[in-house]
C-alpha cells in the first residue's frame, strides 16, 4: 500500500507539471495581455507594469521563474486585483465554493444511490421509468438551463427563495440544486446498472436460496459492490463540485473560486489562471488517490499495485 500511495504521489506531480506548464504557454500564446483593457494607460506606463511583474522577460525565463516560486508556496501577485497575492485569494474564496461543493456532493449522493438503487429492484416498473427519465433529463440538461428555471419559478415568480448571494441558508437552496442535479441523474444511472450487474451474479442467487432477508442481501452484499464505480466517480465529481461549478456561481452571485477564475479569464490576470488552474488540478489528482484507496477499503479483493 505505501509503494503504491508513494508511486501514485510520484505520478500526480508529474501531472501537475505537466498541466501548469501546457496552461502557462497557452495562455501566453492567446493574442493581448493584462494591461491592454485599462483606460487611458500610456505605453509607457504599460512597460513599467510589464517590468514590474516580470513579463518583459523572455517566456522561458518567466516559466522557469514562476516554477520556482510555485514549489516555494508564492504564486505571485494578481495583475488585475492590485495589492492582493493569488494565494490570499484562493485561500479566501475557496471556503465559499468548498460549501456550496460539499453540500451538492451529499445531496447528491444521498438521493443518487438510493433512487439507483429502486431502479434497479422495480427494473421495468414504472418507477424504474420514471427514474430513468430524471436521469437522462439531469444529463442532457445544460446546467445554466436548470439555474433559469429555478431563479425563474423559486426566485422571481413563486419568490420562494433569494436569488443571490449566500447570507443565509435559504440562499443555499437554489445553488445546491443546480449544481447537485447533474451529478444525482449521473449517480443514479451508475447505480442502476451496477447493481443490475450485481444483482445478476451467483452469489446472490446463493444468498436468496439461503434464505437471507431482501433487505440484508441488498446492503450487506449487492450494495457494497454495486457502489464502486459511483466511488470512482466520486473523485473528480468532488474536486469539481467543492472548487464550485463557474456557471452556477457566476449565474446567483456566489463570491466563490469559480466566478474569480472567469473574471481572471477574461481580465487576462495570468497569475490567478495558473494558481487556480494548479489548485483545482492538485485537488483532483488528490481525490483520485483518495478513491483509490477508498477503493481497496470497501473491497479487500481489489489489488493496489
Known amino acids: 500500500m505505501l509503494k503504491y500511495i508513494a508511486k501514485r504521489i510520484g505520478l500526480a506531480v508529474v501531472t501537475i507539471w505537466a498541466v501548469a506548464t501546457i496552461t502557462f504557454f497557452l495562455m501566453n500564446m492567446v493574442p493581448g495581455g493584462p494591461f491592454l483593457s485599462e483606460k487611458a494607460i500610456s505605453p509607457q506606463a504599460t512597460a513599467a507594469l510589464e517590468a514590474k511583474y516580470g513579463l518583459d522577460k523572455p517566456l522561458l525565463q518567466q516559466y522557469f521563474t514562476y516554477l520556482t516560486d510555485a514549489l516555494h508556496g508564492d504564486f505571485g501577485d494578481s495583475l488585475k486585483q492590485r495589492g492582493r497575492t493569488v494565494t490570499s485569494i484562493i485561500l479566501?474564496?475557496?471556503?465559499?465554493?468548498?460549501?456550496?461543493?460539499?453540500?451538492?456532493?451529499?445531496?447528491?449522493?444521498?438521493?443518487?444511490?438510493?433512487?439507483?438503487c429502486i431502479a434497479a429492484l422495480k427494473r421495468g416498473k414504472f418507477l424504474d421509468s420514471l427514474i430513468s427519465v430524471v436521469a437522462t433529463c439531469g444529463i442532457a440538461v445544460p446546467g445554466f438551463v436548470i439555474c433559469t428555471v429555478l431563479l425563474y419559478f423559486l426566485g422571481v415568480n413563486l419568490k420562494l427563495l433569494p436569488t443571490m448571494g449566500l447570507n443565509s441558508p435559504k440562499h443555499y437552496v437554489m445553488p445546491v440544486m443546480a449544481l447537485s442535479f447533474y451529478p444525482t441523474a449521473y449517480i443514479m444511472r451508475l447505480m442502476r446498472s451496477s447493481m443490475l450487474d450485481v444483482l445478476g451474479q451467483d452469489y446472490m442467487r446463493t444468498a436468496k436460496a439461503k434464505g437471507v432477508s431482501g433487505f440484508m442481501s441488498l446492503f450487506k452484499h449487492a450494495l457494497r459492490n454495486a457502489v464502486l464505480p459511483v466511488i470512482t466517480y466520486v473523485g473528480p465529481m468532488l474536486a469539481y463540485t467543492v472548487t464550485g461549478s463557474f456557471v452556477v456561481e457566476k449565474i446567483f452571485t456566489i463570491p466563490g473560486l469559480g466566478g474569480e477564475f472567469i473574471?481572471?479569464?477574461?481580465?487576462?490576470?495570468?497569475?490567478?489562471?495558473?494558481?487556480?488552474?494548479?489548485?483545482?488540478?492538485?485537488?483532483?489528482?488528490?481525490?483520485?488517490?483518495?478513491v483509490d484507496i477508498v477503493y481497496k477499503i470497501v473491497d479487500p479483493r481489489i489489488q493496489l499495485k
Open 92 to 116: 479566501m474564496k475557496f471556503p465559499v465554493s468548498a460549501r456550496v461543493g460539499g453540500v451538492s456532493v451529499l445531496t447528491a449522493l444521498l438521493i443518487g444511490i438510493p433512487l439507483g
Open 263 to 290: 473574471t481572471a479569464i477574461s481580465g487576462r490576470d495570468y497569475t490567478l489562471i495558473m494558481g487556480t488552474t494548479i489548485f483545482l488540478a492538485t485537488l483532483i489528482v488528490l481525490m483520485n488517490v483518495a
